[in-house]
C-alpha cells in the first residue's frame, strides 16, 4: 500500500509558476507509474500529467503541453509538478495518485489504485 501526501498548492497570479509536491510513503514506490489529475468545482476529475516507473517517459494532456512538467525522484519516494505559465482555468484541486497495474500513460482515474487528499490550486486573473 501506498500513502501519498501533496504539498506547495497555493495562490498565483496568472502567468506565474507553483511547483507541487507529491510524497509517498510504503513499499517499492518504483513499481508506480505516478499520475497528477485535478478537479475543477462542478466538474470531474481529469488526467493532467503521468510519468513512467522509471522516470523516462512523461505524459501530458493537451491542455497543459508546454506548460507543465513532472518529475520523480524514486530515490526520495517523490514526485513533482512543476506549473509554469499558469492560467485562470488551471484553477483545481490537485491530487497525487499511483498506479500500480496499468501502462504509464493511462489516463482514466479508474486506472490509479491510490490517491493523495489533493492541494488547491488557485490562479488569479
Known amino acids: 500500500q501506498v500513502q501519498l501526501v501533496e504539498s506547495g498548492g497555493g495562490l498565483v497570479q496568472a502567468g506565474g509558476s507553483l511547483r507541487v509536491s507529491c510524497a509517498a510513503s510504503?513499499?517499492?514506490?518504483?513499481?508506480?507509474?505516478m499520475g497528477w489529475f485535478r478537479q475543477a468545482p462542478g466538474k470531474e476529475r481529469e488526467f493532467v500529467s503521468a510519468?513512467?516507473?522509471?522516470?523516462?517517459?512523461?505524459y501530458y494532456a493537451d491542455s497543459v503541453t508546454g506548460r507543465f512538467t513532472i518529475s520523480r525522484d524514486n530515490a526520495k519516494n517523490m514526485v513533482y509538478l512543476q506549473m509554469n505559465g499558469l492560467k485562470p482555468e488551471d484553477t483545481a484541486v490537485y491530487y497525487c495518485a499511483a498506479n500500480k497495474w496499468y501502462a504509464a500513460q493511462a489516463m482514466a482515474v479508474s486506472a490509479y489504485d491510490y490517491w493523495g487528499q489533493g492541494t488547491q490550486i488557485t490562479v488569479s486573473s
Open positions: 510504503g513499499r517499492a514506490f518504483s513499481t508506480y507509474a
Open positions: 510519468i513512467s516507473r522509471s522516470g523516462g517517459d512523461e
